[in-house]
Every structure is written in structure tokens, then in C-alpha cells.
Nanobody, 120 residues
């Protein structure tokens, strides 16, 4: 069993910054890609950023230049640094990770989500 626990969400004014963290724990053998998704009210969940085990990254066009995804493989943790936040960034942010457990099975796991609200 694998758990992903996010932290760092909250209320921030437009133009502000937040840093999200997501720590994976459990019967982990290895973690491949890790990603952040978000879902705003009334909208579908969308990919925000993804990082490979080697550190290659990709971003949604809407966050390029403002958000940075990174990871600490020793801590099984992925981060999302969010700068120049806009009201349209308001959403629940979810961590997603492709994990191989010690039994050999590999699958995608989700965190429970953390709310980010950008408002004055």
C-alpha cells in the first residue's frame, strides 16, 4: 500500500506564491514519474506539471514560467513552487505518482488533494 500526502495549500493574494509538497510512503520499491494535477469547480481535472525520475519536466501552457516542479528522490517527495499566482489558479491540487511497490506491481496513485485559493 502507498500513500501520497499533500501539504502547503492555502489562501494567497494575486501575485503571491505558495509551495506545495507531496510525500509518498508505504511499500515503495521505486517511483517513476510524479505529477501535479488540479481541478477547479465545474471543470475537469487537468495536468499542471510532470517530472520524470531523471528530472525532465513538462508544464501546462497556463503555468509555464510561473510554476516549477521538482523532486527529492531520497525523500520520495515532489514539490510545486507556484509564483505570480492568479485567481484562475484557484483549484484543488492533486499529487500523482507512478509507483512500483516491493511486490513488483506498478500503478498510479493519487493524493487526497489540497485547496489553493487565489483571491484578494
Amino acid at each position: 500500500q502507498v500513500q501520497l500526502v499533500e501539504s502547503g495549500g492555502g489562501l494567497v493574494q494575486p501575485g503571491g506564491s505558495l509551495r506545495l509538497s507531496c510525500a509518498a510512503s508505504g511499500s515503495i520499491f521505486s517511483i517513476n514519474a510524479m505529477a501535479w494535477y488540479r481541478q477547479a469547480p465545474g471543470k475537469e481535472r487537468e495536468l499542471v506539471a510532470v517530472i520524470s525520475s531523471g528530472g525532465s519536466t513538462n508544464y501546462a501552457d497556463s503555468v509555464k514560467g510561473r510554476f516549477t516542479i521538482s523532486r527529492d528522490n531520497a525523500k520520495n517527495t515532489v514539490y510545486l513552487q507556484m509564483n505570480s499566482l492568479k485567481p484562475e489558479d484557484t483549484a484543488v491540487y492533486y499529487c500523482n505518482a507512478n509507483v512500483q511497490v516491493v511486490s513488483g506491481t506498478r500503478k498510479w496513485y493519487w493524493g487526497q488533494g489540497t485547496q489553493v485559493t487565489v483571491s484578494s
